[in-house]
């Protein structure tokens, strides 16, 4: 049921987000690789294969906010899941109508990624 694998970028400052998230997401049938910031992203050579991104809101240096209006600017069109651990539900709901595909509160459930990824994937136009 499950499509071709598509690539995933985590950006996240938090060691264990990093190590866990990507082993999920490949479970989901995804590749998924993890960045600890939104400059190590940018600076990968991953980033033009990314399809979807699971990012962080609050993290030093340039927020996942400031990174997802980067991207814009760039015209890079590639579906946002926000993640915090720090916001509530208000910040969520601006964060969907800036853009983001969804925004989870942390901890969420394993099924509450898969929904949210499924969603973000589905809502990519074609290339």
Same mark, same amino acid.
Do not use: H, N
């Given at each position: /049921? /499950?499509?071709?694998? $598509?690539?995933?970028?985590?950006?996240?400052?938090?060691?264990?987000?990093r190590e866990s998230l990507p082993d999920l997401i490949r479970v989901f049938g995804h590749d998924a690789? !993890?960045? &600890?910031? !939104?400059?190590?992203? %940018? &600076? &990968? +050579?991953?980033?033009?294969?990314? $399809?979807? /991104?699971? %990012?962080?809101? !609050? /993290? @030093?240096?340039?927020?996942?906010?400031? %990174?997802?209006?980067? %991207? !814009?600017?760039?015209?890079? +069109? *590639? @579906? *946002?899941?926000f993640i915090t651990a720090h916001g509530d539900e208000q910040d969520c709901q601006r964060l969907r109508q800036s853009g983001a595909v969804e925004c989870l509160l942390k901890p969420f459930t394993d099924t509450a990624l898969l929904d949210a990824l499924n969603a973000a994937l589905q809502s990519r136009s074609p290339p």
């Open positions: /049921m /499950m499509q071709q694998r $598509k690539y995933i970028a985590v950006v996240d400052d938090d060691e264990s987000i690789e !993890a960045f &600890s910031s !939104a400059e190590e992203f %940018l &600076s &990968s +050579k991953r980033i033009d294969q990314t $399809k979807c /991104m699971v %990012l962080d809101i !609050a /993290m @030093p240096g340039r927020s996942g906010v400031e %990174l997802q209006r980067e %991207l !814009a600017q760039q015209g890079r +069109k *590639i @579906p *946002i899941i």
